[in-house]
C-alpha cells in the first residue's frame, strides 16, 4: 500500500529538502519504489539531483498543460517529478478556483500505486502548493532545526494539518518531527529534550546530526549515500528510514 508523505515546516533552513532527497534515497535501498516530488518553485530538490532546466515540470501540470505528472527516472526504484521557477508565475491564478486545490491529489491517484513510498517536498509556506500536498497526503513529517526559535510556529503547522483532516481529508496524520542539525550542545541537546517532553511519542528516535559532508553532498548534486555513505548523514537517514518502515 503506497503512503504518501509531505515534508513540510514553513520555516526555511529546516532540512526539508535534504530529508526529502536523503530519506528516499535510503528508502529506495531498503527496496521500495520511491517517488519524490519537487512542490517548491526554489526547485532545490531537482536541482540536487542535477536536473535544470527541464521542459516539463510539475508546473505544467498545475497550470493543467499536460494532463499527468513528468517523472524522471534516477535509477529503477527512485524517481522525481521536478519542480521550476514557473510555479510562482502560476500560483496566484490557482486561488481562484476551489477545484486547484486538489490537482495533485488528482494527479497522484492516477499513477500512486506503482510505489510503496511518495515524499512531498514542500514549499517554505502554508499556501496552496502545501495545502495541496495535505489534501493528498497520508501523513506528514515535521522537519524541525535544533534551535530554538525553530519550536515557534509549530502550532501554525500542527492548526494547518488540523484544519484540513477536519475540512478535506480526514486520514491524514503526523507521522513525526524528525529533528535536525543536532549537535552535543547544551542548547541543542535542550531541544531535544524540550520537544520529546512536548510530543512524546510523536518525536523519531532518530535524529540527523549536524554533519558536513550533508552540505557537501547538495554542492555536488548527490544524495549522501553516493558522496559518502560511511557519513554521519548517511547512518541518521538510513536509520530514519528504518524506523519509518518499522
Do not use: W
Amino acid at each position: 500500500m503506497t503512503q504518501i508523505i509531505s515534508i513540510l515546516n514553513h520555516k526555511g533552513g529546516t532540512a526539508k529538502t535534504t530529508t526529502t532527497l536523503n530519506l528516499g534515497k535510503a528508502l529506495s535501498m531498503l527496496n521500495t519504489r520511491v517517488l519524490l516530488i519537487d512542490l517548491d518553485a526554489q526547485a532545490n530538490l531537482s536541482q540536487s539531483l542535477g536536473i535544470d532546466d527541464e521542459p516539463e515540470t510539475i508546473a505544467e501540470s498545475f497550470s493543467q498543460k499536460r494532463k499527468t505528472l513528468p517523472i524522471k527516472q534516477i535509477s529503477e526504484t527512485f524517481h522525481l517529478v521536478p519542480a521550476s521557477l514557473d510555479l510562482s508565475a502560476i500560483e496566484p491564478g490557482l486561488y481562484a478556483n476551489i477545484n486547484s486545490y486538489f490537482l495533485l491529489k488528482s494527479l497522484l491517484d492516477q499513477i500512486k500505486e506503482q510505489y510503496e513510498f511518495i515524499l512531498i517536498d514542500c514549499p517554505p509556506s502554508l499556501g496552496i502548493f502545501t495545502q495541496n500536498a495535505l489534501i493528498a497526503s497520508d501523513s506528514v513529517l515535521i522537519t524541525v532545526q535544533a534551535q530554538f526559535l525553530s519550536l515557534r510556529g509549530l502550532d501554525t503547522v500542527y492548526n494547518l494539518i488540523t484544519s484540513v483532516r477536519e475540512k478535506l481529508n480526514d486520514r491524514i496524520g503526523i507521522i513525526g518531527l524528525l529533528l535536525t542539525q543536532t549537535n552535543n550542545t547544551r542548547i541543542s541537546k535542550g531541544i531535544v529534550e524540550s520537544l520529546r517532553n512536548s510530543f512524546n511519542e510523536k518525536v523519531f528516535n532518530t535524529t540527523i546530526r549536524q554533519n558536513v559532508a550533508i552540505a557537501e553532498a547538495s554542492a555536488h548534486r548527490k544524495d549522501i549515500f553516493s558522496y559518502n555513505p560511511e557519513s554521519y548523514g548517511a547512518i541518521d537517514y538510513m536509520n530514519l528510514a528504518k524506523e519509518i518502515l518499522l
